[in-house]
T-cell receptor
Framework: AAGVIQSPRHLIKEKRETATLKCYPIPRHDTVYWYQQGPGQDPQFLISFYEKMQSDKGSIPDRFSAQQFSDYHSELNMSSLELGDSALYFCASSLGRSSPLHFGNGTRLTVT | SQQGEEDPQALSIQEGENATMNCSYKTSINNLQWYRQNSGRGLVHLIL???NEREKHSGRLRVTLDTSKKSSSLLITASRAADTASYFC???????????WGAGTKLIIKP
């Protein structure tokens, strides 16, 4: 069965650079979520989209933005990167709210 | 902010023993979900229990939900080395699309 695909798997950037993370949800899933997870931490919700419209916003910094495109893939854009942005970034998708989330394997971002 | 709390934070048991993890939450919910995460990997959904359910089974997993105490437990029976992972509970409240996550329990199964 198709899973959530994230790219790249690993990304190394320098401070003040920009990064773009991509997510391809499971086909026919209507909701996409972005999470940030620091080492040993629980996932921190960043933002979600329902049918390509932003549906909820969590602890996403103003330096970050996200969108979902007509083909349902989503991108998380991160600018003016800081050392503290180093983390695992997960995308998840679901079919409808109150349904289980299906996670990708994440993008590990390292900011040096 | 996260509302879920899990205990214990870490649990180390021998293979074959049962493992119990607990989750508490603060607001009324539609459902509560349990996820497993292997180190550096994505979370994997294990089981979902709705607010009108009290117990649910899936293979070696047993989940209970006590809405009066706002708590849930996850029992893994006959543990295996492959069960070594972090386990998170997440609650789905009525207000938005945002799951509220617990801090997780790190489970280590010793062979």
């Amino acid at each position: 069965a198709a899973g959530v695909i994230q790219s790249p798997r690993h990304l190394i950037k320098e401070k003040r650079e920009t990064a773009t993370l991509k997510c391809y949800p499971i086909p026919r899933h209507d909701t996409v979520y972005w999470y940030q997870q620091g080492p040993g931490q629980d996932p921190q919700f960043l933002i979600s989209f329902y049918e390509k419209m932003q549906s909820d916003k969590g602890s996403i910094p103003d330096r970050f933005s996200a969108q979902q495109f007509s083909d349902y893939h989503s991108e998380l854009n991160m600018s003016s990167l800081e050392l503290g942005d180093s983390a695992l970034y997960f995308c998840a998708s679901s079919l409808g709210r109150s349904s289980p989330l299906h996670f990708g394997n994440g993008t590990r971002l390292t900011v040096t | 902010s996260q509302q879920g709390e899990e205990d214990p934070q870490a649990l180390s048991i021998q293979e074959g023993e049962n493992a119990t993890m607990n989750c508490s939450y603060k607001t009324s919910i539609n459902n509560l979900q349990w996820y497993r995460q292997n180190s550096g990997r994505g979370l994997v959904h294990l089981i979902l229990i709705r607010s009108n359910e009290r117990e649910k089974h899936s293979g070696r997993l047993r989940v209970t939900l006590d809405t009066s105490k706002k708590s849930s437990s996850l029992l893994i029976t006959a543990s295996r080395a492959a069960d070594t992972a972090s386990y998170f509970c997440a609650t789905d409240a009525d207000s938005n699309y945002q799951l509220i996550w617990g801090a997780g329990t790190k489970l280590i199964i010793k062979p």
